[in-house]
Every structure is written in structure tokens, then in C-alpha cells.
């Protein structure tokens, strides 16, 4: 319990060796904000506490649950690599409680409880190719994950990204995504749904691209994110190419009210997203019997 | 185990009453309905009265509560926060053994699992549980199928039944030996203790025959409901009957899935409510921008069923999720309380006959 902000009392660090923030928010300061895309900005965060901020470590495919003040609680995904980035949350205005926080400005203040949720299994992947996927701000909970990839490049084969969105405008994180292209060990493919003025690049839906890109097959795992539409044609073209069903891994959305397997908002099949997910392989995805 | 007179037992109610906050059933002598409320005369507490109406959750985890307070300041950019759930010694004096089975499963799935509630903690904390042997169950009740009733094996700290003269007191825990002592109860004879027995057999036969001839259907049940062996239209024909009301989880002595809402108060303080939600609702999955991956009223039904009777579940909870105090096929309007359904199902097993 070395990392246990004292926020309670017990061994809630069983799983994962740290102390999340369990019941009482902790107060992070809103340091920046960014447009990212239409109705999607960043909140670049800090922790009111040093000493919280010092313990506050995430995994890779983990979420936070976000007070705004005022308005309510809601859950999301932590694009930010565990090591070493700078502490953010992406957030499409889509609700009452996000319209709040994009209503707010720099220096306003915000709860945070977490990092809960089990994570990618990267322990699991070393050696093998990476093929991500995603769709639209699919990208947004992908993001750790290829950061920290790229962080341990000498771990993995091929690391390859297929992305589409609607348009360019729709492209999230374009800045990382200039930094990725100039990387020589990443592969990285983008599409735009329709032909657009300016646009040079691919069009069309993001499982045209998993031909061109010649994605390996064995020995590699696909993460996929993105509205059900794509998951399911993108899973189709993969299951057709002879994928594994261990090997294709995505991160299931539910409402979530506490974020610790209690208030049971979450529960699909016979598991909470809160504790046992986010992050299910498909052939879990496919045995829990309810709609992506 | 010990004897105690009548008047021993409202004397240590009493007694508890300095340090404690006693609950304890007590009948409305307007309405007659019977509520396990807190006591602040124990003169009111009726050992004999039958079945609350309402489960005693409501003390360990109210219907309500407020667990947050926070106030934000837009103009200064600065929050002052304060926890709101605090620790009251409490004792429920007088629970029926289903009800203390609820408080078992609740123990299990808010203190046993990976994460603890705190807020269940703070409730429980410092709780002292004095059960009741049940001599007149309802004929709804169906504890002997589900190992809850009539007496209490496991839990209490103290346990109760009424014999002819006086309760026979077991003791389960320190805190209730720690009582025994302090007191220097009179230990019972060996006739007290088979007394007890008879107390029990006599309440087993009060049980309407359904009731404990579903003994053996409830494990068949089971097993139908975990392997996914239930028939889609059984599920439908349940879903059809069911409002929607709600009233099954809220009078669930175990069911415990809850909302979390922030509140504005008049004062411009903010409130963060916890409140019962019911897996039978309809925007119970819904989420922002309206994308309701559980919308079917059968897999919302058949949710509350496998949570009630399955074995994933039974093992989180050591015991099956529901404790047989039929109280949701009381208050149900559709017909389908726990009971009913395992009728259905069983009629599905036998192809229609019982």
C-alpha cells in the first residue's frame, strides 16, 4: 500500500499494486485546453496535490471517472502514455456533464477519481506485430497505447496505424500524427470517407486500408476502436485474413456511475466494463451477448 | 446459549440504546404495518410482528444518501469538498434471518470484492446484528428453498428465538460473547435447545407446499439460468409481463445497484446523491448521446434473474443471490417475482407440466 493517497482505508491495490482514487475525488487544475476536432477538445491536467499527482500512475487502456463541478460525474478513456506525457483527457461534447466542461476555462478546476479498469495486456504482445485501428475518436483511448508502443519499439514487430475519420477536419490528434509519419518504425495509414479539396492522401472506409497496408496476420494483434460499423466490417476483413479471435482486442463503452464493479451500470454478459474491461478480446466481445 | 425473559431482552435493547442507534420492528398502531425503523421508545419493539414490509437495506444502504458536498467557486476557480457519509454505532435488534442473509450478500459484494464501498463501510462498520428465528413467514416466503430461514445459521451477532418462556440467545460473534459475558447470562437447558428445533419444524410446516416443493427446482433452476439453457420466449413472456416499476429491486433485501447523481442545492452548494436504480428500467444502460446498448425488456429481466440465481454470482456472494423473502412477488403487478419465474422456468423443464 505504499502508493495509497489515504483517500481509504484498505487494500484496494490488490490487482494492480497501486491505490486508485477510489470515492472522494481529487481536485486537478484545467493547465490548457485544445480544439482538437469539431465538438472534441483536450484538457491538459495537474494535480492541486503534488503528492497525488506523484502517486497517480495509469496503465495503458485504463479511465478515469471526471467530476465537473456542478454538473456530474462521467467516465472516460486516458490518452496519455503512462510514461512521461503530459496528463490529458479528450472529450466529445455529447451530454449534459461534457457540455459543461467545455464550457470551462483555463484555471477552472475539475474532480478526477481513478485510474480504474484492467488495461491493454502488453506484457501479453511483446514480440508480436501491433496493427492499430481506429475510427473517428476511436483514436482517443488507442493513443496511450501507441505512445507507449512506441516508447518500447524494440519490443514489438511491425507497428502499424489504419485511421479514418469523416473528413480531414475529423482527423484527432493531428500533431502526434505529423510526429508518427516522420517515425520510421510506424506504420501509419490515414483515410477520409469522401474526396476532398486539398486532401492527397487515401479516401475511403479505414478496412480498405488493412490490404494496403498488407497487415501480417500471425503472430500480430489488432486494437480497434471506433463506431460499430467499422469494428464490425474491420473485424470481418480480419476474421477472413484468419485472425485469431484472442488476437483482435478493443475497448467496450458502458455508463459508468462508480467505476469499481458497484453500482452495476456497466454490467454486459456476465462482466462489469468497469473492473473486468474496458479492454475484452473479440472472442470475449462475442460470448457476452449484447450489442458492441 | 443462554435464556433470556422478555424483559431481559428489552432491558438490553435498552442498554444498547446509550451507545447505539437501535433499530428494530415496530408495528403503526394506526395502519398496523409492520417497519423496521429506528426505536426511540423500545417499548415499541415487537419481536412477534410479522415481516417488515421493506427490507432493512435501507438502514445499510438508504434508498437515498447524500455522500458529497462540494462548492464551486467559477469566479475564484477554487472547490471546497466534504465527504458526507459517517459512522454511527447501530444495532438492528430483531432482524429475520432473510433479511440478515440480505445484509450477508450485501457484505460480500461491497466489502469482498477487488474494491471496497467505502460508504457501505462507513454503515457497517461499526453494526451490530441481533437476528430473530421467523414464526411466521408469509405465504409468499420461500426461504427454505434458498437457505435463509427460517432461523439463522451464520452472520448475527447475536441470535434470537422466542421458546414458551423466554428467548433462546446463540451467540455468533466476539461482540455478542462480549455481551454474554458482561452480563452473565443464564445459560439454557438442554430442553431449551430442543424447544428451539420444534420452533423451527413448526414454522418449516407453516410454508405452503409450493414453497418448499420448489426446494429442488431452485438448483435445477439454477443451472438452467447459468448455462444459457432458458428459452429466448420464456424470457419474452417474462419481459411482457414486467412494468418496468422497479418494485422488485427496491424491496430486494439484496439487490444493490445504485445511480450517482450531483445536485445543486438552494444554498449554491452541490450534493453528490447516491440513489437505488433497478436494472428493470428502461435508460437503466442508456448512455450520453443516447446509445442504449440494452434496450430488449426480456435481457433487462433476465439481467435481475441470473444476478438473483446463477452461479457466477452465488460464488461472489458464497450463497444464491436471492434469500427467499418473497417480497418481490408480493409487491409485484406483473406477476413476476422470483417465485413466479422459477414456476416458469420449471414449467419450461417439465414441458408444462408441474
Same mark, same amino acid.
Given at each position: 500500500m505504499a502508493n495509497c493517497h489515504g483517500n481509504h482505508e484498505h487494500g484496494n491495490c490488490k490487482t494492480t499494486g497501486l491505490c486508485p482514487i477510489v470515492t472522494f475525488p481529487e481536485v486537478v487544475n484545467i493547465d490548457e485546453i485544445r480544439?482538437?476536432?469539431?465538438e472534441v477538445k483536450t484538457f491538459y491536467l495537474s494535480f492541486t496535490n503534488k503528492d497525488v499527482e506523484r502517486e497517480f500512475r495509469i496503465k495503458s487502456g485504463q479511465f478515469i471517472m471526471c467530476t465537473v463541478f456542478g454538473a456530474g460525474e462521467f467516465a472516460v478513456s486516458l490518452p496519455?502514455?503512462?510514461?512521461?506525457d503530459r496528463f490529458h483527457i479528450s472529450v466529445r461534447a455529447v451530454g449534459k456533464v461534457t457540455n459543461a466542461l467545455h464550457a470551462l476555462k483555463p484555471g477552472d478546476k475539475l474532480g478526477v477519481r481513478g485510474p480504474f479498469g484492467n488495461g491493454f495486456p502488453f506484457e501479453d504482445i511483446k514480440g508480436k506485430n501491433i496493427i492499430y485501428v481506429a475510427g473517428g475518436i476511436g483514436l482517443i483511448p488507442l493513443r496511450s497505447s501507441i505512445v507507449h508502443a512506441l516508447q518500447h519499439r524494440?519490443?514489438?514487430?511491425r507497428i502499424i496505424l489504419l485511421y479514418g475519420a469523416r473528413?480531414?477536419?475529423?482527423?484527432?490528434y493531428q500533431p502526434d500524427i505529423r510526429e508518427w509519419q516522420q517515425n520510421a518504425g510506424f506504420e501509419t495509414f490515414i483515410t477520409i470517407d469522401r474526396p476532398e479539396e486539398g486532401w492527397t492522401g487515401e479516401v475511403g472506409y479505414?478496412?480498405?486500408l488493412i490490404e494496403k497496408a498488407k497487415v501480417?496476420?500471425?503472430?500480430s494483434v489488432a486494437f480497434v476502436c471506433g463506431p460499430p460499423v467499422m469494428f464490425n466490417s474491420v473485424i470481418g476483413e480480419f476474421l477472413k485474413r484468419g485472425?485469431?479471435?484472442?488476437a483482435i482486442i478493443s475497448t467496450l463503452e458502458r455508463l459508468m %456511475? @462508480?467505476?469499481?464493479? %458497484? @453500482?452495476?451500470?456497466?454490467?454486459v454478459g456476465r462482466t462489469l466494463v468497469c473492473t473486468d474491461g474496458p479492454v475484452y478480446t473479440y472472442r470475449q466481445i462475442k460470448t457476452l451477448g449484447e450489442q458492441i | 446459549m443462554y435464556i433470556l425473559s422478555s424483559h431481559e431482552i428489552k432491558q438490553l435493547a435498552q442498554e444498547l440504546q446509550a451507545s447505539h442507534e437501535v433499530y428494530g420492528p415496530q408495528v403503526?398502531?394506526?395502519?398496523?404495518q409492520v417497519f423496521f425503523d429506528q426505536l426511540?421508545?423500545?417499548?415499541?419493539?415487537?419481536?412477534?410482528?410479522?415481516?417488515?414490509?421493506?427490507?432493512?437495506?435501507?438502514?445499510?444502504?438508504?434508498?437515498m444518501e447524500r455522500i458529497l458536498k462540494y462548492r464551486y467557486d467559477s469566479e475564484a476557480q477554487s472547490v471546497t469538498m466534504s465527504k458526507q457519509y459517517f459512522e454511527k454505532p447501530k444495532v438492528l435488534f430483531g432482524l429475520r434471518p432473510c433479511d440478515l442473509s440480505g445484509i450477508l450478500v450485501l457484505d460480500r459484494f461491497f466489502l469482498g470484492?477487488?474494491?471496497?464501498?467505502d460508504v457501505y463501510l462507513a454503515h457497517r462498520r461499526q453494526c451490530l446484528l441481533i437476528s430473530n428465528t421467523c414464526l411466521n413467514p408469509f405465504?409468499?416466503?420461500?426461504c427454505v428453498c434458498t437457505h435463509s430461514?427460517?432461523?439463522?445459521?451464520?452472520?448475527?451477532d447475536l441470535d434470537l428465538t422466542k421458546l414458551q418462556d423466554g428467548y433462546l440467545v446463540k451467540v455468533g460473534s466476539e461482540k455478542g460473547q462480549a455481551l454474554a459475558d458482561a452480563h452473565q447470562w443464564q445459560l439454557a437447558s438442554p430442553a431449551q435447545l430442543s424447544e428451539q428445533k420444534a420452533v423451527v419444524d413448526h414454522c418449516i410446516d407453516l410454508f405452503p407446499e409450493m414453497a418448499t416443493d420448489n426446494k429442488a427446482w431452485i438448483s435445477r433452476v439454477m443451472n438452467r439460468i447459468t448455462t444459457g439453457f432458458v428459452k429466448q420466449e420464456t424470457w419474452e413472456y417474462i419481459g411482457d409481463q414486467c412494468?418496468?416499476?422497479?418494485a422488485c429491486s427496491f424491496v430486494c433485501p439484496t439487490c444493490s445497484c445504485f445511480n450517482i447523481e450531483d445536485t445543486q442545492t438552494a444554498c449554491g452548494e452541490c450534493e453528490r446523491l447516491r440513489m437505488r436504480d433497478s436494472?428493470?428500467?428502461?435508460?437503466?444502460?442508456r448512455m450520453a448521446g443516447d446509445h442504449?446498448?440494452?434496450?430488449p425488456v426480456e435481457d433487462r429481466r433476465n439481467k435481475r434473474f441470473f444476478c438473483k440465481l446463477s452461479y457466477p454470482q452465488s460464488k461472489k456472494y458464497l450463497r444464491?443471490?436471492?434469500?427467499?423473502?418473497g417480497r418481490c412477488q408480493w409487491v409485484c403487478p406483473g406477476d413476476i417475482g422470483l417465485p413466479n419465474v422459477v414456476q416458469y422456468i420449471r414449467r419450461e423443464i417439465t414441458g408444462g407440466q408441474n
Open positions: 480544439d482538437e476536432i469539431p496519455p502514455s503512462p510514461e512521461n524494440e519490443d514489438f514487430g473528413s480531414s477536419q475529423d482527423l484527432m479505414v478496412n480498405q501480417p496476420v500471425d503472430n485472425m485469431s479471435e484472442d %456511475k @462508480c467505476g469499481i464493479g %458497484k @453500482c452495476q451500470h456497466c454490467a | 403503526d398502531p394506526q395502519t398496523q426511540t421508545d423500545v417499548a415499541a419493539l415487537n419481536l412477534e410482528a410479522p415481516i417488515p414490509s421493506m427490507p432493512v437495506k435501507e438502514i445499510l444502504f438508504p434508498q470484492q477487488e474494491f471496497v464501498d405465504p409468499q416466503c420461500f430461514g427460517p432461523d439463522a445459521d451464520e452472520g448475527f412494468l418496468e416499476c422497479g436494472c428493470s428500467f428502461e435508460g437503466y444502460a442504449n446498448p440494452r434496450q444464491p443471490g436471492c434469500v427467499g423473502c
